[in-house]
């Protein structure tokens, strides 16, 4: 098992740049995918991004793939998502995970962190 904790969510500005972190524990950090899904008010939660568990490989979803970078740490056990050029359209909770591995659909996390309110203004 793995417990996550998400932090660094705040308000910004349009075109701010903004890093959120997760400390994973309990768990063997190495053995687990690990990746950042997101909530809008009113809509579904959505995949952001995703890690390997060697590090080596990322994926992102379209809408962030040329502003999102999700790397992560071994040493610290955390994974990171760096948010720039932020819009209005990137507001959400955003919510850590984890999985053994990934799927065919993409990712479906055997385990979630609380998430972390990420708010910019136009």
């Known amino acids: 098992q793995v417990q996550l904790v998400e932090s660094g969510g705040r308000l910004v500005q349009a075109g701010d740049s903004l890093r959120l972190s997760c400390v994973a524990s309990?768990?063997?950090?190495?053995?687990?995918?690990m990746g950042w899904f997101r909530q809008a008010p009113g809509k579904e939660r959505e995949f952001v991004s995703g890690i390997t568990r060697s590090g080596l490989n990322t994926y992102y979803a379209d809408s962030v793939k040329d502003r999102f970078t999700i790397f992560r740490d071994y040493v610290k056990n955390t994974v990171y998502l760096q948010m720039n050029s932020l819009t209005s359209e990137d507001t959400a909770v955003y919510y850590c995970a984890a999985a053994l591995q990934f799927t065919a659909r993409g990712m479906s996390p055997d385990y979630w962190g609380q998430g972390t309110q990420v708010s910019v203004s136009a």
């Open positions: 309990r768990g063997t950090f190495s053995s687990y995918v």
